[in-house]
């Protein structure tokens, strides 16, 4: 004899999750930062999250990227799943930063900053 159903457990389990992330629970994100020649790639993975749930904002040097839970897209209660928040080194150039959800990741693109480079004229000692 079956006391729930499955159509029971797909309605509720949306508001469980929810109600467990007001009470204090948290969704864990796998977060991981890749150094490669070009800049940084920042990826996270959080399967249950949708691709247009996740947000990043830049405020100065940090970075924070969370993912929101609506129980449906029109609904106006929203609660966290994760926030992540990253304080940026100086050699990245945070005004080309981009995002895309690609293969179940966010990845989050962060280039180096382009070395600033010039020649210096040198003359002669006795000359001021």
Do not use: C, W
């Not at 209660?77 to 100086?90: G, H, I, R, Y």
């Amino acid at each position: 004899m079956k006391f729930i159903s499955p159509e029971f457990i797909r309605n509720i389990a949306p508001q469980l999750d929810l109600m467990n992330t007001i009470g204090g629970g948290v969704a864990q994100p796998r977060l991981r930062v890749d150094q490669r020649k070009q800049g940084v790639i920042l990826r996270v993975s959080m399967p249950s999250v949708a691709p247009d749930t996740f947000r990043v904002v830049l405020n100065g040097q940090n970075l924070t990227v969370y993912g929101e839970h609506r129980n449906e897209p029109s609904d106006s209660t929203v609660a966290p799943l994760f926030v992540q928040t990253l304080d940026m080194p100086t050699n990245l150039d945070l005004a080309r930063i981009d995002a895309v959800h690609e293969d179940d990741e966010l990845l989050v693109r962060i280039p180096f900053k382009r070395p600033a480079q010039r020649e210096i004229d040198v003359r002669p000692a006795d000359e001021e």
